[in-house]
DNA sequence: CGGTACATTGAAGGGGCTCAATCCACGTGG
DNA sequence: CCACGTGGATTGAGCCCCTTCAATGTACCG
């Protein structure tokens, strides 16, 4: 079977068969994580990509007056460091929310793959497209949307996302985050977060209990939050990088090798 | 004299002389756009990749309820097209906020840049990781700060920015945004950003006259931001990459080939 | 059994919003 | 040359969403 980072991006751009087996080869071997134990430590050099294999992990900064801001959360499948790999010290810390498990690609090996296998470099790198286009829903939500409108979208995103790597089935999923990590990433006080998940269970639209998602009235929650699928949509290229194309791409290879 | 582009670029990683060329090859005539104007539509499918040479642009979504948030603001010497050119159709629209020139770069030719020069295609995409880490200082900005910090930390980015590109002097620059643009990037209210303007006014910090910002207090006004540099720092890339060491690097490719 | 982590609920206050009026600079046409 | 329209800045009054502070409840764990 396939790993969920291979599974995660054939949704959005599809790979040879050689491909997943050099994404298979360039990871180490899986490393355990403690829940609330960092991966990733903001201002420190570091030199290798993650990928995290099971788990939760969230993506955050601390700030002057003691808050703390959660850029997005991280799930199985996902790469861990970018865009903070690209810099001299790490923008961000990356923390497990839960125990986790990683494995780690040499940043080495990234930059090479850009002269053996440009056309994967190519879809990773496509892959932290689709992160950014996160970041940028994101910034709609802690921009122009009300309480209830973030925490709904919050949980549908995480449905969404989750349901991409089969982790989550019809209408539940399991949810690890305490209400002040959500918070944190919504931008709201922990007591307000509570009292707006109590006015989504009052409305019958939304329960958690036991860290189990319950959606009540999908189709009410989505127009409640104004959640559009956008960004899981498949990579628009025409006919290039296409998986069908394997002569062309085996040729050019050779050719930049 | 390089053009912006490359100027920007240059900041973040070293360009070999060939990539300049080749950066300045791809690149269609100038383009004309006014101000107001759409330069990229939200939802329309596109093709083609822009860079901005002159004027303001903004990347923006419009929210169910009537409201507008901008992403970013896009300056001279940015690429317009991350993340939204790599999916079916543009997930946010970018206008131009003054008149604005542009030139175009077919997607085609930023694809066929994995085979044929693939060290420029990931310095390309290493300056999309750039944007991105803008994007997350965003999030911390709406999801953590005051209105007062805010306006405070938003105008001291465009300093840097502006800067960096020769296009703001030690303590003013023009800034064409009316108080509507800065609070749809803010997540602010129009008179809120007016009345935050006048805070910084009557503390002596900062001042806006005829488009004009005048920064009095520097040290002040960053502090009170919390403004630090970040994601202006070069790319940390250990020996890799790096234009005075071609060398090893063409070692590197021969050993990984 | 006490301790810790987290959820829950209440009361009070404030930061920022909405609504609305006014002002100002500028361009445009009569 | 002035009247007018328009886009934008400015200011005020009232209110509401969300925060802060604080207390209580509850499950789990050593």
Wanted: proline fraction near 4%; charged fraction near 25%.
């Amino acid at each position: 079977m396939d790993s969920l980072l291979v599974r995660k991006l054939s949704h959005f751009v599809p790979l040879l068969p050689a491909e997943i087996e050099l994404l298979k080869d360039m990871q180490s071997a899986e490393l355990a994580v403690r829940r609330h134990r960092e991966i990733v430590s903001e201002g420190r050099r570091y030199d290798t990509l993650f990928v995290l294999l099971d788990g939760f992990a969230a993506r955050s900064r601390v700030v002057g007056n003691g808050g703390r801001q959660i850029l997005n959360i991280v799930l199985p499948g996902d790469f861990i460091g970018f865009p903070g790999c690209f810099f001299e010290s790490a923008l961000y810390s990356v923390s497990a929310l839960t125990k986790a498990t990683v494995s780690r690609i040499p940043h080495a090996r990234l930059v090479a793959l850009f002269d053996t296998y440009p056309r994967l470099a190519a879809k990773i790198f496509w892959s932290f497209s689709c992160e950014a286009a996160m970041y940028a829903e994101h910034l709609v939500d802690l921009g122009r949307r009300s309480a209830l409108e973030r925490v709904a979208h919050f949980l549908l995103e995480l449905h969404a996302r989750l349901q991409l790597i089969g982790l989550a089935d019809d209408r539940t999923y399991q949810m690890p985050l305490t209400q002040e990590q959500m918070g944190d990433t919504l931008g709201l006080s922990v007591p307000h977060v509570n009292r707006t998940l109590r006015q989504l269970r009052d409305d019958d639209l939304l329960v958690i209990e036991h860290q189990q998602v319950i959606i009540k009235d999908l189709d009410a929650v989505a127009s409640l939050a104004g959640f559009k699928w956008r960004y899981f949509q498949r990579f628009g290229l025409p006919g290039q990088l296409d998986a069908t194309d394997e002569a062309k791409t085996l040729q050019v290879v050779a050719i930049s090798a």
